[in-house]
């Protein structure tokens, strides 16, 4: 069984601090894609990494892909309350069964900022 | 906004009724997604549609089913309920279109929460 697993699970942070979060896996993904969540709403993609070591900003946010493609982390500098919300991963497995295109997704990290 | 639609947003019912959740994807993506999420086990991928055929399965019970119709709008049926299945229910949808690479990145809709009493 693929799995993402995500980590920390929950992280209560100040306004203008740093924070890692991360998504790991022992297994190989062709691609994997950041979402955040707010409550009640649906997700809502903000990147996708494709290529081992592959580093992508929006803004504050820094994503990178491991070197082997197995994990991934997101970095916010000078977090803001904009920015809390529930965190999710998904990846692309490399090897698929079949037509089988099924992202393994991540349970998520929920980070509060506090102002 | 995403551009996925769905309706209804709240829906509150009984044990042993049957609900049909709907789903209007982005304009030109062929792909539907039905997702569950509940607090205890986060974001369930359910099934997948493409182009009016099932292309993939998940955790889906057999009480629950879906289908795409011809004009890409999607159903999810939900019958025979419990308690256990009250939850946020998703819809995505994404391009997936032939000859072209795809990462399977979704877009979401609002959400239908399932209330079950």
């Known amino acids: 069984t693929q799995l993402l697993e995500q980590s920390p699970q929950f992280l209560s942070i100040q306004e203008g601090e740093n924070l890692t979060v991360y998504c790991n896996s022992s297994?190989?993904?062709?691609?994997l894609q950041w979402y955040r969540q707010e409550p009640g709403e649906g997700p809502v993609l903000l990147v996708t990494v494709v290529t081992g070591g592959e580093v992508k900003k929006l803004k504050r946010l820094t994503f990178q892909f491991g070197d082997a493609r197995k994990d991934s982390s997101l970095h916010i500098t000078a977090a803001q309350p904009g920015d809390t919300g529930l965190y999710l991963c998904a990846g692309l497995p490399r090897i698929r069964a079949g037509n089988n295109r099924k992202l393994i997704w991540g349970l998520g990290t929920s980070l509060a900022v506090n102002p | 906004d995403s551009g996925v639609t769905q309706t209804p947003k709240h829906l509150i019912t009984a044990t042993g009724q049957r609900v049909t959740l709907r789903c209007s994807p982005r304009s030109g993506d062929l792909s539907v997604y039905w997702y569950q999420q509940s607090l205890d086990q986060g974001l369930q991928f359910l099934i997948q549609y493409y182009n009016g055929e099932e292309r993939a399965k998940g955790n889906i019970l057999e009480r629950f089913s879906a289908q795409q119709f011809p004009d890409l709008h999607s159903e999810l049926n939900l019958s025979s309920l419990e308690l256990g299945d009250s939850a946020l229910y998703f819809c995505?949808?994404?391009?997936?279109?032939?000859?072209?690479?795809?990462?399977?990145?979704?877009?979401f809709g609002p959400g239908t929460r399932l209330t079950v009493l």
């Open positions: 995505a949808s994404s391009v997936e279109a032939s000859g072209r690479p795809s990462y399977n990145e979704q877009f």
């Open positions: 297994s190989v993904f062709s691609s």
